[in-house]
């Protein structure tokens, strides 16, 4: 029987959990250093007595099957190194929104929030989340497609009007306006004082005024590139997902962010966004669910 460590490796923590025996451990989370990371795998898999044979790792970055460079750290994840000196039979990469995809077979439905309600005439699904960066994947036609989309150039110029600025070289990434980094820059560039993401949401949700300006700003560009991917790919189901999301919950929900699904898309196209339905991802986990589904399949 294959057992397997599943690793869900972000910009700011690591999860972790086995799968033993058919059975999934409970999911830890802790911080680690670049540098501690091998010296970290080689101390969980201690803990199971080479009981161990497979290591499957969802990372954020640019995935070719045999190597991960993360986009938010200073690490490169070789497959081929990491059997060699952990001793294992296999190594499985998956980037880390790739990884959210592989989760949906594993997630209860009861773990999906309806945010916009519609009637989908296909299954092309959009996964996005703002989050250290901007994980965008895509399910078109069944077959699971990861993408860099977040650190793509074009969109931000014009991006940067939603909050009354101008250009400006801090925001020359689509994930320098759309992730938790990107909260701070904006509200900072605005209001010449630093805050925490965690603290400028906080301020939102209670409705102070400039921390409302940012966020209510922040979900408008967000559903302005949702509007854009769904047009671009015949996308009906979106997938929204990452911690940011799920804290803005009380203000995703409210009609104002509603509203921009059609006033953010070219008219012709009205018909389209009204048809495309929108759910929250609320389980905290997802990256893990998608190892451990992934795993299942090899």
């Known amino acids: 029987m294959r057992n397997a460590l599943l690793i869900d490796l972000g910009g700011t923590n690591i999860r972790y ?25 080689k ?25 991960i460079s993360l986009t938010n750290r200073d690490l490169l994840i070789e497959a081929s190194e990491l059997k060699a000196k952990l001793n294992l039979k296999e190594c ?10 592989q989760s949906l077979s594993e997630i209860n439905q ?30 078109i ?18 991006m940067l009007e939603n909050f009354d600025l ?20 904006l509200y900072e560039e605005k209001f010449e ?13 209670d409705e102070s005024e400039d921390g409302l300006f940012i966020i209510e700003n922040f979900l408008k560009t967000l559903v302005s590139t ?15 997902g990452g911690s940011i999301l799920n804290a803005l919950k009380p203000i995703l929900m409210t009609e104002k962010i509603l509203d921009y699904f059609p006033s953010e898309i070219n008219p012709k196209y009205v018909q389209l966004i009204e048809r495309t339905q929108v759910d929250l991802l609320t389980e905290d986990e997802p990256g893990i669910f998608g190892c451990l589904a992934f795993f299942k399949t090899k």
Do not use: H, M
């Open 17 to 41: 959990a086995f799968f033993i025996e058919n059975t999934l451990s409970k999911i830890s989370k802790e911080k680690i250093a670049d540098k501690d990371f091998i010296s970290f795998l």
């Open 43 to 67: 101390k969980l898999l201690e803990r199971k007595k080479n009981k161990i044979d497979c290591l499957v790792i969802a990372a954020a970055g640019p995935n070719n099957q045999s190597s």
């Open 92 to 101: 499985l990469l998956l980037n880390d929104w790739e990884a959210v995809a």
């Open 110 to 139: 009861k773990s999906f929030l309806p945010i916009k309600n519609g009637a989908p005439s296909n299954e092309n699904t959009i996964l996005i989340g703002p989050g250290t960066g901007l994980g965008v994947t895509l399910i």
């Open 141 to 158: 036609n069944g077959l699971i497609i990861p993408t860099e989309f977040g650190n793509t150039y074009s969109p931000t110029k014009g």
């Open 166 to 185: 101008g250009d400006n070289e801090k925001f020359f990434s689509l994930e320098n306006i759309l992730s938790g980094p990107g909260i701070e820059r």
């Open 193 to 205: 004082k630093k805050l925490s993401s965690e603290k400028i949401i906080s301020s939102a949700l």
């Open 226 to 240: 949702i509007n854009d991917l769904v047009l671009s790919f015949s996308c009906e189901k979106v997938i929204l």
